[in-house]
């Protein structure tokens, strides 16, 4: 959590300073005082107090949750019944989007709620020192869509298994590809590695090969097939 | 007004706001209907992290803006100039 000190005449002073000048509501910072300070005697030997101030996560989630309605504010279809509600646990801020219309901010492929988690992301690493990361999701459609990729791994799988053949699955996000991958080590006669570059980087799902250890992923960024080379031109 | 919401995304995302500059350009643009063109004027410091790895953040703003507009089609051209 980001740490700074503050000095003024007095603690509450400093204090009353930190919330106006950060715009701090109750709950959202807490302070250690290091040096109450001192009048002195007829100005002599007077000190300033000074106090260390420790922003709390509660106020990075409020930052983050404002951001979001403000950004959303400007649609065109305005949501008016827009349910912003965030959490945090680690270094991460869950926010869980809920309301009428709401299927245009998700996105073909979830784009849309991809690009508003990644620029959330880099708004509220503007403003704190520790790493955090921002994710979102839009009524239960990231429940939905890891059901769905699971159900698609097993049909692939199925396939694999009874043709003897490889099979390749569209390209996806890393958080989907995880998915698969999860999915297939727990099915055996099969095995699954990624290949290709970001953001076309997708997953094979191959007969389990003896002898080898079961899951494994190509290095990101390795070579790039004639394959790569044609989806990324296109 | 996407030029609001514009303003507003790239605002957040910079180490200065305040040499944060977005104007509409006239400019016509060859494709058929023609796209709405902004040039966005950035602090040297801020012009990498507004384009992004890959073009991944100057991407993400414009396919929010499209999403904001209530576009199906991206009709929006982002020109970054320090």
């Known amino acids: ?234 | 007004m996407m030029k609001d919401a514009l303003e507003f995304i790239i605002k957040g995302i910079v180490k200065h706001p305040e040499d944060v500059r977005v104007s509409r350009s006239d400019e016509k643009t060859p494709d058929s209907p023609p796209s709405e063109l902004y040039d966005l004027r950035l602090h040297v410091e801020d012009v990498g992290q507004v384009i992004g790895k890959d073009g991944r953040t100057i991407k993400s703003i414009n396919i929010l803006l499209n999403a904001l507009a209530g576009q199906k089609e991206e009709k929006f051209i982002l020109r970054v100039q320090r």
């Open chain 1, 1 to 234: 959590m980001k740490e700074f000190v503050v000095s003024a005449k007095t603690v509450e002073e400093a204090v009353d300073s930190v919330k106006r000048e950060n715009g701090f509501r109750e709950g959202e910072f807490e302070y250690r005082v290091e040096d109450p300070g001192s009048r002195g005697f007829l100005k002599i030997g007077s000190r300033n107090a000074s106090i260390s101030v420790i922003v709390r996560t509660e106020y990075y989630v409020r930052k983050v949750k404002e951001f979001i309605e403000t950004v959303l504010s400007f649609s065109k279809y305005a949501p008016q019944s827009l349910a912003v509600k965030a959490e945090h646990r680690d270094a991460k801020i869950f926010v869980h989007l809920d309301g009428a219309h709401l299927g245009r901010m998700i996105g073909k492929h979830g784009k849309t709620i991809s690009a508003l988690q990644h620029l959330a992301t880099i708004f509220i690493n503007r403003i704190t020192d520790t790493k955090m990361t921002v994710l979102i999701d839009v009524g239960d459609y990231k429940d939905r869509r890891k059901e769905l990729i699971k159900r698609i791994a097993r049909n692939k799988a199925l396939t694999v298994i009874q043709t003897g053949k490889s099979v390749q699955l569209d390209p996806m996000f890393a958080f989907e590809r995880r998915i698969v991958h999860e999915t297939i080590k727990s099915i055996s006669g099969v095995q699954s590695f990624s290949k290709g570059l970001e953001p076309y980087r997708y997953v094979v799902i191959e007969p389990e090969k003896k002898g080898r250890r079961k899951h494994r992923t190509s290095p990101k960024g390795g070579v790039i097939d004639f394959e790569d080379h044609r989806s990324q031109a296109g």
